[in-house]
Structure formats: C-alpha cells, structure tokens
C-alpha cells in the first residue's frame, strides 16, 4: 500500500495529462487518490477469493474493462498483469515468493503454498506478454532473470518512504510504551507475514532472558492480519513474553513516527523483502538498523546495517547486544544511514522515470 499509494499520487502530479483506466480494491484509501487525476475511471476489483474467482475475475471481467478503455499501455503495481494483453504491459514485481526458494517462506499455510504456486505459474505465462518488468532493486531484477531465464526489459524503479513522515513532528511518547520507558526498545514494524519471521523472537527471548533483561522488542500485530498470527500472540502468551514482546497491534501510518522516536533500535528479521520501506524510514529518524543479513538487506542498507543470521537466536542475540552496549557503533551506523537516504529517489523522480518508460513501450508496440 505504501507503494501504491505513493506512486499513484505522484503519477497524478508528475503525468496529469493522460487518461487512467484505475484498477483498485475499494475501502484501502485509493479513491482520495484517484480523484487528484484530471481524467479517469475507476473500475473495482474483489479484495479476497479463491483462485477460481480471481482468475474468473481477470479472465472475464477485468480483461473485458480493459478492453473497453483501449489503453496504450498497462501497468502493474501488484506483479500481475494480464495474461493476453490488448497493448503493452510493464509489470511492477512486488511478491518475493515468486522467485526466493521456499526456506525463506516461514510457515505458511497449505491454503498460501497453493496459491503462491498459482501466482508463480501466472507469473511464467504473462513474462511472455510482458514488455517491461519494474524491479525495486537489482537483487529483484537478477532473481528474477534467474528464477524466469527472463531476457526481456527490466528497469530499477527503487522505492522510497513517505513524504509526510520526513515532517511529522510528534514527540509524545505512545502511552503503550510509558512502561517500558527505561528498557532498550527495538521497533519492528511489519504486519504479520510468514516471511517476516516474526517466530524467532519467541525463540528469541525464551533462549536468552536473563542476557536481554533489559531489551523488550515492539511489534505491530493484529491477529487478523494471517491465519498464523493469532498463534503467534498466543505463543507469546504462553511462554511469558507478554512483557518482552509487546504488541502494540496495528498503528496508523501518521502515528508511526513517534514509535521510531522513542526506540533505540529498528529491528527486521525478515526472511525475504523486495525492498523493505521500513529501513528507509528508521534511517531518517536516527535509528540504527539490526536485520537479516541477506541478499536483499544488504542491496538497500549496505554498511548502514548490523546483520545477522535470520535462522539463528544466537546471532539475533549477539547483534543486540553488540549494538545495545556499544554507543559509539549506533551512532557510526545512524550516521551510515544518513549517507544511505542521499542514494534514494524521490517519489515524484520515480513515477516519472516509469511514465517515460511506459511512453516508450506504448509507442513501441504499437
């Protein structure tokens, strides 16, 4: 969402011109967004279903919109364009299970294994139909090329967080963080994902207690995010960590910068990203990085980073405390960070690289 919000508004800024044919779930904030636009149509596509009714959606419906509007050119923001276009296509490659072997999963569900084959098959036809793959990093584009012997086009789009948190100013503390006022925080900011390996901190806290007395981690869970997520508060609960792992639940995007400002640490042991925001942001409110020392991290944080070993309680535990009793280390490591923000675009810059390209495309299928 941050994505899509971010670079449809930009679009609206940087290409208002054209006329957009919108393809949006209703009630998740694109409605505002679309209105920006001088010229468009919104056209409403189901939230959730089986695999059958999404793929009588697209095969039916969508495509039938889609060639009623008569576009030039289509883009993807969520990896799936259509399987037999009316024009060109460029597809923004989001879902790292698409080409990350299956350990970086976490636990998923039989009923997600199923349908994460169902996208990766998909995936594999419409490349075929593609004429321009965005990727967020130049990990996704090998990964890809990899994973898909793709040859086709690919452009690094990159990512960034946005705006509005570089002018939130809010400094109260969250009262549900008052308690803990005097421990070491470590904010990790992620909805629950399987791949977000949210389990290790269980294992985390249980192995080594008394060595992390002082360090508490703050997640942002709801427990209907996933079908995994309920167990996981549950886990937490029942090995007494209610205190050392404290769930804040879901915190709205305006509020998240006071959470940032009263950490000392961000902490993200994901096991696969396609670019990971949340680095990007933690950078600009000083706050030091701990993540999972992978191919993916090491694209956007670079040095600005202390890694560790995402399947390993141990090395989580090593690099915490490494960084919680060395100052000196956090500060070279928000200062790295500081550097790093320079390297990324703005959102503006980025919808107006892909407006180019999707000009480009347009005119070369047609």
Not at 222 to 238: G, T
Request: hydrophobic share 40%; proline share 5%.
């Amino acid at each position: 969402m941050t994505i899509g919000h971010n670079l449809t508004a930009a679009l609206a800024r940087i290409a208002p011109q054209h006329n957009y044919l919108m393809i949006i779930p209703s009630g998740y904030g694109y409605e505002e967004i679309c209105s920006i636009f001088q010229h468009y149509q919104i056209f409403f596509c189901p939230q959730k279903g089986s695999l059958l009714k999404q793929w009588l959606f697209e095969t039916f419906e969508l495509s039938r919109a889609v060639r009623e509007f008569q576009p030039d050119v289509i883009l993807s923001l969520s990896s799936r364009g259509l399987l037999h276009p009316p024009c060109a296509q460029a597809i923004h490659c989001d879902d790292t299970h698409l080409f990350y072997p299956s350990k970086h999963f976490g636990r998923q569900t039989f009923k997600n294994r199923i349908n994460k084959l169902y996208q990766k098959w998909h995936m594999r036809f419409q490349l075929k139909k593609t004429q321009l793959v965005l990727c967020q990093t130049p990990v996704v584009e090998q990964r890809i090329r990899q994973t898909f012997r793709y040859r086709g086009r690919t452009c690094i789009s990159g990512s960034t967080f946005s705006d509005f948190l570089r002018e939130e100013r809010q400094q109260d503390m969250p009262e549900n963080l008052i308690p803990y006022k005097d421990k070491w925080k470590m904010f990790c900011l992620s909805k629950y994902y399987a791949h977000k390996n949210l389990e290790i901190l269980v294992e985390l806290f249980s192995r080594f207690r008394e060595e992390l007395e002082e360090v508490v981690a703050i997640i942002t869970i709801d427990s209907n995010d996933h079908p995994n997520a309920s167990r996981l508060l549950r886990s937490i609960e029942k090995h007494r960590l209610s205190k050392k792992i404290i769930n804040v639940g879901s915190i709205p995007h305006h509020n998240v910068g006071s959470y940032y400002r009263h950490c000392q640490a961000f902490l993200m042991p994901t096991l696969m990203e396609t670019f990971g925001i949340p680095y990007l942001e933690a950078m600009s409110f000083n706050l030091p990085v701990l993540t999972s020392d992978l191919d993916f991290a090491h694209s956007v944080c670079g040095d600005a980073a202390l890694y560790f070993d995402p399947w390993n309680s141990k090395s989580i535990r090593d690099a915490i405390l490494l960084l919680k009793n060395n100052p000196l280390l956090s500060n070279v490591l928000v200062r790295k960070g500081q550097s790093r923000l320079k390297m990324f675009k703005s959102w503006d810059q980025i919808a107006g690289e892909i407006s180019e390209l999707l000009s480009e495309i347009a005119v070369k299928r047609a």
